[in-house]
């Protein structure tokens, strides 16, 4: 709403100014009126995300028993999880349950699964209705592999030692 006023009537000066009746405001309290619809604006758009998974995007794990997914806010019984194995055929016998004390951690219960690349698909109900979903990848490696380099470690540290050893009594 827009109001012209005319100045200058009954004198020497004349003009014409136009104003809207916020234009009164000083300029803190607009700066304070935007950034409190900024605040209502983000606040109210906020959803459910993905905080945390077990096993992580990109991990490399020996034999998981189970997928966690924890979301910043509660989800239904409708939130979903799939895996999927190398040439995406999806893994069968995965079963999924929202913990029934936080409501914001689903657990897939997974088969065992052999060596290979997978890929975790999820789709989140919130109890507000909004949904989100995602996937990301892992990696299932032999059980062996992890034992192996711990044992390798070891040796190489115990043949300095034993070489520091030689050495130290080598001198006398």
Known sequence: MRQIVLWGVGSREWGVECFTPHSLLPT???FLGLLLC????????????LLRAEPGPGERV???????????????EETAVWLFADGFQQVPDVVVQVDPVSLQEVVASLPPLPPGVYTVQWTAVALDGHGLSGS??????????????????????????????????GRR
């Open 28 to 30: 803190p309290y607009k």
């Open 136 to 169: 990301y990848m892992f990696e299932v490696v032999e059980g062996g592999g992890r034992t192996a380099v711990w044992l390798g470690g070891g040796l190489v540290i115990m043949l300095l030692l034993l070489g520091l050893w030689q050495w130290q009594f």
């Open 62 to 76: 020996v034999a998981p028993q189970e997928i966690r997914l924890r979301f910043s806010e509660m989800v239904t």
């Open 38 to 49: 900024l605040i209502v604006v983000h606040t109210v758009q906020a959803h459910s995300e």
